[in-house]
């Protein structure tokens, strides 16, 4: 018993002095740390023997007699290392050391042991427990080397363990493997039976949420487990997958959204949402009889379905006149006429205007125009005003006294003046330009007094 107090020892040394960083069950790499022991009677006997003696017996014989057969070092003597390859297979390496003091019941010098072997195993993990679970049988078969002081030879391993889950990251693992020794002058068969504790690694959680990815149904996002790795922002139990306001805390009734009011209806469909109202007004305590979204309190067109940017009201011909202010809704219009589009200037109007224009007087070689001239312009204003989307132009014309270049200049300037009158009487700019002609455009003979005067005169044209 002295030796299997030893081997509980080292076990509980193991459980205290081995450290791991938060692993997943299912993380691929794992590491044993533990003790072994070596028994050479329960192997089977030896060529041509045919009873038990002191140094062997028949296979599986005595197999738990510890104290008078196996050989234990009172220390950690096994490493191990594994890898999860898939479909429960796992593959690994092991190494191991001893001192053989005993061959069945036989003392024998201390023979140094040193074991290095590889092993293949099968987990019959998910059979027994059906998902996971503490309980983790397995078998395997594997290989290795043994060197028993300087006589080294090779060995086929037979191998059954069981893993005991002390949680999702630590097992305590007891394992037996039979070792036949392929060389029959130097090799012994012999039962190596370890005890350790194994804890696994090297799974990736790309969200530092603390579950893997492979168990985490939201990898990116970071979450809480009892989600499967997907968050729950608002923190009201309801994961954001699932929930149609993940940002507010609501109820399961609602689709994770609040409701305010109380009224029965979720503040995002609820057009009144702090105050309590029926479905049928969206939520609202009062009515919206047009249905437009608008309550009636709300809307200056409360029987009439419009926008909430109208206050209500509908505006068919989008011409910026209300409906119930238009008097010409489906046809788009301006707001001076009240909706209904301006007439198209015609050619009386023009010359009326231009009647006016050529009236317009400016002092000799001057660009102002003359105050007895402001009447005139007026009534152009009151044309232009009447045909509001009308573009119009101001041309400037001039005799041919004095140099070409001069004349050009002067008739442009004049054009300019007038222009600038007309806007700063509320004619809006963009529908007005000038250009002067000089003396290429005369009306009248220049080689008269009155043809000159004639000829120096100011035109409105319409720009297509």
């Given at each position: 018993?002295?030796?299997?107090?030893?081997?509980?020892?080292?076990?509980?040394?193991v459980?205290?002095?081995?450290?791991?960083?938060?692993?997943?069950?299912?993380?691929?790499?794992?590491?044993e740390?533990?003790?072994?022991?070596?028994?050479t009677f329960?192997?089977?006997?030896?060529?041509?023997?045919t009873t038990?003696?002191?140094?062997?017996?028949?296979f599986?014989s005595?197999?738990?007699?510890?104290?008078?057969?196996?050989?234990?070092?009172?220390?950690?003597s096994?490493?191990?290392?594994?890898?999860?390859?898939?479909?429960?297979?796992?593959?690994?390496v092991?190494?191991?050391?001893?001192?053989?003091?005993?061959?069945?019941d036989?003392?024998?010098?201390?023979?140094?042991?040193?074991?290095?072997?590889?092993?293949?195993k099968?987990?019959?993990?998910?059979?027994?427990?059906?998902?996971?679970?503490?309980?983790?049988?397995?078998?395997?078969?594997g290989?290795?080397?043994?060197?028993?002081?300087?006589?080294?030879?090779?060995?086929?391993?037979?191998?059954?363990s069981?893993?005991?889950?002390?949680?999702e990251?630590?097992?305590?693992?007891?394992?037996?493997?039979?070792?036949?020794?392929?060389?029959?002058?130097?090799?012994?068969k012999?039962?190596?039976?370890?005890?350790g504790?194994?804890?696994?690694?090297g799974?990736?959680?790309?969200?530092?949420?603390?579950?893997?990815?492979?168990?985490?149904?939201?990898?990116?996002?970071?979450?809480?487990?009892?989600?499967?790795?997907?968050p729950?922002?608002?923190?009201?139990?309801?994961?954001?997958?699932?929930?149609?306001?993940?940002?507010a805390?609501?109820?399961?009734?609602?689709?994770?959204?609040?409701?305010?009011?109380?009224?029965?209806?979720?503040?995002?469909k609820?057009?009144c949402?702090?105050?309590?109202?029926p479905?049928?007004?969206?939520?609202?305590?009062?009515?919206?009889?047009?249905?437009?979204?608008?309550?009636?309190?709300?809307?200056?067109c409360?029987?009439?379905?419009?926008?909430?940017?109208n206050?209500?009201?509908?505006?068919?011909?989008?011409?910026?006149?209300?409906?119930?202010?238009d008097?010409c809704?489906?046809?788009?219009?301006?707001?001076?006429?009240?909706?209904c589009?301006?007439?198209q200037i015609?050619t009386?109007?023009?010359?009326q205007?231009?009647?006016?224009?050529?009236?317009i007087l400016?002092?000799?070689?001057?660009?102002?125009?003359?105050?007895?001239?402001?009447?005139?312009?007026?009534?152009?204003?009151d044309?232009?005003?009447?045909?509001?989307?009308?573009?119009?132009?101001i041309e400037?014309?001039?005799?041919?006294?004095?140099?070409?270049?001069?004349n050009?200049?002067?008739?442009?300037?004049?054009?300019?003046?007038?222009?600038?009158?007309?806007?700063?009487?509320?004619v809006?700019?963009?529908?007005?330009?000038?250009?002067?002609?000089g003396?290429?455009?005369?009306?009248?003979?220049?080689?008269?007094?009155?043809?000159?005067?004639?000829?120096?005169?100011?035109?409105?044209?319409?720009v297509?």
């Amino acid at each position: 018993m002295k030796h299997l107090n030893i081997l509980f020892v080292a076990a509980c040394l193991v459980l205290g002095f081995s450290s791991a960083n938060a692993q997943d069950e299912n993380n691929p790499w794992a590491v044993e740390i533990g003790v072994n022991a070596v028994d050479t009677f329960p192997v089977g006997l030896r060529d041509g023997q045919t009873t038990e003696d002191s140094m062997n017996g028949e296979f599986a014989s005595e197999f738990f007699n510890i104290e008078d057969h196996w050989n234990i070092l009172p220390s950690v003597s096994r490493l191990a290392i594994s890898r999860y390859v898939g479909s429960n297979f796992s593959i690994g390496v092991a190494g191991t050391i001893n001192r053989i003091e005993k061959v069945g019941d036989v003392i024998v010098d201390d023979l140094s042991y040193y074991g290095a072997d590889g092993e293949i195993k099968y987990s019959f993990r998910d059979l027994v427990n059906g998902a996971g679970g503490w309980l983790d049988p397995s078998l395997g078969i594997g290989g290795g080397y043994t060197w028993l002081n300087d006589q080294g030879f090779g060995t086929a391993n037979g191998i059954v363990s069981v893993r005991f889950w002390l949680s999702e990251q630590f097992a305590l693992n007891a394992q037996s493997a039979y070792k036949y020794a392929f060389d029959d002058a130097t090799g012994t068969k012999h039962m190596q039976h370890s005890l350790g504790l194994v804890f696994k690694f090297g799974g990736s959680d790309r969200d530092g949420d603390g579950i893997y990815d492979q168990d985490d149904e939201c990898p990116d996002t970071p979450g809480l487990a009892e989600f499967n790795g997907c968050p729950d922002t608002d923190g009201d139990g309801i994961e954001d997958r699932e929930d149609a306001c993940p940002d507010a805390a609501g109820s399961a009734e609602m689709m994770g959204c609040p409701d305010t009011d109380g009224d029965g209806l979720a503040d995002n469909k609820d057009n009144c949402p702090t105050e309590a109202g029926p479905a049928a007004n969206d939520g609202c305590p009062w009515p919206d009889t047009d249905g437009d979204s608008v309550l009636d309190k709300d809307d200056a067109c409360p029987d009439e379905a419009g926008s909430a940017a109208n206050n209500g009201c509908a505006d068919r011909d989008g011409d910026s006149v209300l409906d119930k202010d238009d008097e010409c809704p489906d046809v788009p219009g301006t707001v001076a006429r009240k909706g209904c589009p301006e007439p198209q200037i015609t050619t009386e109007i023009m010359e009326q205007l231009n009647q006016y224009s050529r009236t317009i007087l400016f002092d000799y070689n001057k660009t102002t125009v003359r105050q007895d001239s402001y009447s005139a312009i007026q009534s152009m204003i009151d044309i232009m005003n009447e045909y509001e989307t009308t573009n119009f132009l101001i041309e400037g014309h001039s005799d041919s006294s004095g140099r070409d270049t001069y004349n050009l200049e002067l008739s442009e300037k004049r054009a300019s003046s007038v222009k600038l009158y007309l806007e700063s009487k509320g004619v809006d700019s963009a529908r007005l330009s000038s250009l002067g002609y000089g003396e290429t455009r005369p009306k009248a003979s220049n080689q008269t007094s009155a043809g000159r005067q004639e000829n120096r005169r100011v035109e409105v044209s319409l720009v297509k």
